[in-house]
């Protein structure tokens, strides 16, 4: 028979659940005296692969090998007698394991945590489900916790927020040299953003450079005209002698990262006089 303080427990922890999608499942069918899991949750319950092991200077796959970390944290009632906790990491609908282990005190009486992290490639999207067993001193299983860990490969695009350049400028008889800047972010990482380059257009149309693409740095280098390194501008030094055609010159900003995604297309104008 199951008592009523049981079916409180139960009670509030369907509340809670229909406060989110990613609530645990905790089968509380146990009698009070026994190990009781009361409530589980996960540090996550998403997690986007195209954030995870991003490399500055190393293109990304679907078939890279990473490592997915969350926090597990478990309730358990009469946990004094608890002899064992473990967790155990499956793909959701299927029964190999993927990862196991134990939780530990975290100090506050009756709540155990563990760091956990498994291998996956990352375009091994899906649900993954995580279990929670209990043993107590004699032997004696106690009810179970789970939750389900979404995994997704997102492959979010980098995004220039920014450009920073003259909009006229006055030719002199000596070659006047500019500063152009493009602020970019990528939600993947400063690290996943691979190149940031703009393109040139004469006034009458033609493309400037013979048509390649100019390189811009986050480097701190003075002689490309970035100030500071790593803080998201890009910047390029840029040249007009005084034969420099008078007229509308047009300026396309881009950026990659190393999924090969491609951000926003943001365009200038600068008059020369």
Known sequence: MVHNKTFLLAAVLLLLGACSDDSAVVDST????????????????????????VQSGQDKSADDAITIPFDI???VLNDTRLSSLRYIISEDGRSSTLAEGALAPSGVAGEWTAAVSFPRKRG???????????????????NTAQA???????????EIVGVFAPDTVELKPETIVLTISAEVRDASGQADIKQVYFRSFLPDGRPGNNGRPIDMFDDGQPGNGDDVAG?????????????????????EF????FSGL????????????
């Open 262 to 273: 491609s951000s926003n297309t943001v365009v200038h104008k600068l008059t020369v006089r």
């Open 73 to 75: 944290h478990v309730t």
């Open 124 to 142: 091994d999207v899906g649900d993954y489900r995580i279990e929670i067993r209990g043993v107590d001193d004699a032997g004696m299983a106690a």
């Open 30 to 53: 146990l009698s009070e005296s026994a190990i009781l899991l009361t409530g589980m949750r996960l540090s996550h319950y998403s997690v986007d692969t195209d954030t995870i092991d």
């Open 148 to 158: 389900k860990l979404r995994v997704l490969f997102g492959s979010k695009p980098p």
């Open 254 to 257: 881009r950026a990659l990262d």
């Open 231 to 251: 803080d998201g501008i890009y910047s390029r030094k840029v040249q007009m002698p005084p034969d420099t055609p008078v007229g509308d010159f047009r300026f």
